[in-house]
């Protein structure tokens, strides 16, 4: 294991925080590392359809674009994942989730980041009459998953949380 | 679009930074945001077996804990996808990758990285006399696919890399 000696500096936005820590390494020297001190998260792969997914289009800052996802966000305090991933969805397409189906936990960047994000399926949506959080989303729009493979066999879905949460979805078996 | 006003603070490892940003939002406010600059990185699945597959045992400090992994690491500057898959698999097993496939790039962590992953698939391995790096590695190991498939329906893979890229080798479709 590496043990923390000092945290050297952390920078701070509302929700989490990178961290660059000096460490005691497994060799006895020292060296640095940097931590994303993150929430645990929340997707969900959402199907309006059998063969129909709603993904959202949202602009990215650290990728300087916009990516094709799915519905997706951090746990409020005291929120469970499952609350988390009904709430998302509402906030970001609409929909009510209707029968949410927990398909996996996992850690997207454990070079640096302590995020773990839990992967659900939602059927039986059910549209409400909620406005779409449009400082975030540009836009929602239903996908069948012919057309999801087709753009993954053309490397067009770069979002790993949107890969992985499809492949568990039954994206692959097709 | 979220345009950069200013860089508010940077802290900095040897090979990658954490910004924080002050940004104006696509509704004309301002808000923050981190952003870690990362350089690419490249992941492979070594079949050492047409079965079987090296995996890597590596301490991993942002969890606190030891993960189970494809061998993967940073593209040093000038160097190819293709190029530090075979050497992060020559320094982390001792193996010569023989024939690399490319499978897929993407974004691990689209809400705070740039980082991109590009992952393949090697095969036709041949062992060296390389030594393995053991301030990284803890052990090495070939694991059966039908071992893996077991751990992933029992959720003990975290690793987001690991797992997209034993999906995009074939392992869902087994």
Not at 55 to 70: D, F, H, S
Not at 130 to 139: F, L, N, Q, T, V
Request: glycine share 8%.
């Amino acid at each position: 294991m590496e043990k923390k000696i000092i945290t050297l500096a952390t920078l701070w936005t509302r929700s989490f925080s990178a961290s660059l820590d000096e460490v005691l390494l497994r060799d006895g020297g020292r060296g640095r590392r940097m931590k994303i001190d993150h929430p645990e998260a929340a997707a969900v792969v959402p199907f309006v359809a059998e063969e129909e997914i709603l993904m959202v289009r949202q602009y990215r800052y650290a990728l300087g674009k916009e990516t094709l996802e799915i519905p997706a966000g951090k746990l409020d305090p005291g929120e469970t994942p499952e609350g988390c991933a009904r709430r998302e969805l509402l906030e970001e397409t609409g929909y009510d989730a209707g029968k949410l189906t927990f398909l996996y936990t996992y850690a997207p960047a454990i070079g640096y980041s302590n995020e773990r994000i839990h992967i659900f399926s939602a059927r039986n949506l059910r549209k409400t009459e909620k406005k779409i959080d449009e400082r975030e989303i540009s836009s929602v729009k239903p996908y069948r998953l012919k057309r999801l493979r087709e753009m993954m066999d053309k490397g067009l879905l770069v979002d790993g949380k949107t890969l992985l949460a499809l492949f568990f979805a039954g994206l692959g078996r097709g």
